[in-house]
């Protein structure tokens, strides 16, 4: 098994940045966030290799940076010029071969 404990998520206004912090208790190769919007399904923002190759949606390209700490087995998720349709629970993922392990989400808020 294989525990992602998320942080960093909270309330803030249009324009500004949040960190979010996901730790997992093992090393993972593949490491990546969702978010899932109220009323809507759940999707991809950005994912990231263990050697760092980073994708992400075209809905926060330029904005999101992902990046991850192999050496505390840790993936971050930095968010500037928040907007507001960028609310949502987000979530950390870590996909193997066997199953997906997710996090139990970090609520973001951006007010207008």
């Known amino acids: 098994q294989v525990q992602l404990v998320e942080s960093g998520g909270g309330l803030v206004q249009a324009g500004g940045s949040l960190r979010l912090s996901c730790a997992a208790s093992?090393?993972?190769?593949?490491m990546g966030w969702y978010r899932q919007a109220p009323g809507k399904q759940r999707e991809l923002v950005a994912t990231?290799?263990?050697?760092?190759?980073?994708t992400y949606a075209d809905s926060v390209k330029g904005r999101f940076t992902i990046s991850r700490d192999n050496a505390k087995n840790t993936v971050y998720l930095q968010m500037n010029s928040l907007k507001p349709e960028d609310t949502a629970v987000y979530y950390c993922?870590?996909?193997?071969?066997?199953?997906?392990?997710w996090g139990q989400g970090t609520q973001v808020t951006v007010s207008s």
């Open positions: 990231i290799t263990s050697r760092s190759d980073a």
């Open positions: 993922n870590a996909p193997t071969a066997v199953q997906d392990y």
């Open positions: 093992r090393s993972m190769f593949n």
